[in-house]
């Protein structure tokens, strides 16, 4: 099935609220999905007969900011994070990009992580995805069963793949740069 | 007055042994790497069995945020050192994939010889290694013969023997060489033609005939070896549908009996490579397997591997008249600081051990806003825990080592 076709059922099942009147445009279309709703969203398009997206490719978190203000007139984004999900169904063999928008910063305070519910129940595997998302991109995934840093030590401060990361001058002891 | 016992069944239920928490790794030779299992066994039982990652973590997807594609590309050799070329084709066609370029047709038969190559050698380390996990030393030794024989093969054509940066955006950075010394190491396995010149393409030949036979014997020596068939048919029992919950890919996944393989059910980009080629893709279950064997195993695992260098093995031979027949340059020019467009795209690859995926947004400058590396060893070490309860600690390298692991590509 199309991208269309798939937005077509999504939006007959959830409505407009949920997944956006219609895809976005792109090599790769997508199809927006609202945070609230991302478990159940995920839940149907596993389960759903004519969907079957069983497989869970990808779950990786974006950060659109611009910290040079030279480059901010031309970069065309609001700041915001993303968490873009990539699925195949293996057994109808058709792919789906789905995204979730959320602020950088839960309420705009810096050093809120922004929230969004795991789905680490739907795909088992993104159990491990999301706790990478949270280390290196700072995303509180809700409901997740073990949200601990993978890649990075326990003690790490900071989320290294947010643009606006200031690299440790030392850790324990050793120099950094 | 001596003791009297009521029932003796009651002193046989009070001996009990205490939950032991063991670190296995990271230094741990039968890891593959700096892996850390912590395990929580009841003697000699392990009941909870905890990977621990991250001790390799290099940062190279921040570092790909810093950087254009083409200076990105050495950085995917590090990731599967084993089969670094495949990490190269992954993120090349990820890039030409954003970019819309189109490949010469040489160069596509020339990715797919050089790309199941890079399997083979790939597939050759995965049984060399997984034979010393299980305590056997002599197929290790055969198989770093056969891929050394590769190595050198892969040196003429780039210079380099591990991490080649070989096939680029656009194709390849050099084209095939017409004539190469016989490497010396083939020469003395075949026992002719030392110091001859040869051309390039009949050097394979000659390699990959004197392989074929070689195979049969690992057969002999491993897969159809009773004890290797105790230690592995029926252990480490992956079903499809956890495989498939667990995003597990590449021989995991098929030797859990789920028929996919990218290169015939991929993204068209990938796929138009692979147009025109006859080739099979293994699953379990077999018909040819042991009697101990079930479906999803060590043992599966591990065979998937082993047909799967046949495989290979057919695609190079019909990959080498494909490229004498094909006209046009091995490569596509492209820019070291051509923009990329302000679009995304998500590209899978079938890599050796599984699916490597590249996610990359391109935002009308030299270096992507966002480079992801998805890697395949990463959902397949995930499912340790699931497939390691109730089984004996000297079980747990056997488990692990089927998986088939590179840390350089899980922690990237």
Known sequence: MDIQGIHAVLLERFGEAVVGSQPFKAIDPWIQVAAASIVEVGTFLRDDSRLLFNHLNDLCGVDYLETDPKKQAKFGHEPHVEVVYHLTSLKLRHLLKIKVLVPRWKDDVAGQLPVVPSVSDV??????????????????????????????????????????????LEYHGVRGH | ??????????????????????????????????????????????????????????????????????????????????????????????????????????????????AEMGRIASHLVGMGTYGLD??????????????????????????????YSYLTIGGATHDLPDEIEMPDGLAALIGKHKGERLPFLEVIEIFLQWLELRIKEYHTLLTR??????????????????????????????????DFDLRRDGESIYTRMYEGYDFDIPVAPFKD????????????RF??????????????????????????????????????????????????????????????????????????????????????????????????????????????
């Open chain 2, 303 to 412: 065979y998937v591997r082993m047909l799967e260098v046949v495989q290979a093995i057919r695609l190079v031979r019909q990959a080498i008249p494909k490229y004498k027949a094909a006209k046009g340059s091995y490569r596509e020019p492209f820019k070291m600081n051509a923009k990329l467009p302000k679009d995304e795209v998500y590209l899978e690859t079938e890599a050796p051990r599984g699916q490597m995926g590249f996610y990359v947004v391109g935002n009308g400058e030299g270096n992507p806003l966002r480079l992801r590396a998805k890697s395949s060893c990463f959902c397949n070490v995930s499912v340790t825990d699931q497939i390691c309860q109730g089984v004996p600690l000297a079980d747990i390298p056997a488990i692990v080592g089927s998986l088939d692991i590179v840390m350089g590509e899980i922690d990237r």
């Open chain 2, 1 to 114: 007055m001596s003791l009297q016992i009521e029932d003796p069944r009651i002193v046989e239920f009070d001996v009990q042994t205490d939950e032991m928490l063991v670190n296995m790794g990271p230094q741990h030779p039968s890891t593959h790497g700096v892996l850390r299992l912590l395990l929580r066994t009841d003697g000699e039982i392990v009941h909870e069995c905890t990977p621990h990652i991250g001790y390799l973590h290099r940062c190279a997807e921040k570092i790909g945020e810093n950087l254009s594609p083409p200076q990105y590309i050495p950085y995917t050799d590090r990731m599967d050192y084993l089969a670094a070329m495949n990490m190269n084709l992954g993120f090349a066609l990820a890039i030409e994939k954003l970019i819309g370029m189109e490949v010469p047709e040489k160069a596509v038969h020339l990715r797919v010889l050089i």
């Open chain 2, 134 to 163: 299980l305590g056997t030393f002599s197929p290790f030794l055969y198989a770093f013969r056969e891929r050394e024989i590769i190595l050198d093969l892969f040196e003429e054509t780039c210079g380099a023997r591990l991490t």
């Open chain 2, 289 to 300: 397997a042991p009697r101990e064997v079930a479906l999803g195993d060590n043992w599966c």
């Open chain 1, 123 to 168: 795909w088992s595997i993104a159990n491990w995805h999301e706790r990478e998302a949270y280390d290196l991109m700072g995303i509180d995934f809700s409901g997740h069963p073990n949200l601990r840093r993978i890649l990075c030590p326990e003690d790490w401060v900071g989320h290294p793949l947010r643009k606006d990361y200031d690299f440790p």
């Open chain 2, 225 to 258: 070896n009773m004890i290797f068939i105790s230690r592995t048919a029926g252990m480490g029992i992956l079903t499809p549908e956890m495989a498939v919950s667990y995003g597990c890919t590449g021989p995991v996944l098929r030797g859990s009996g789920v």
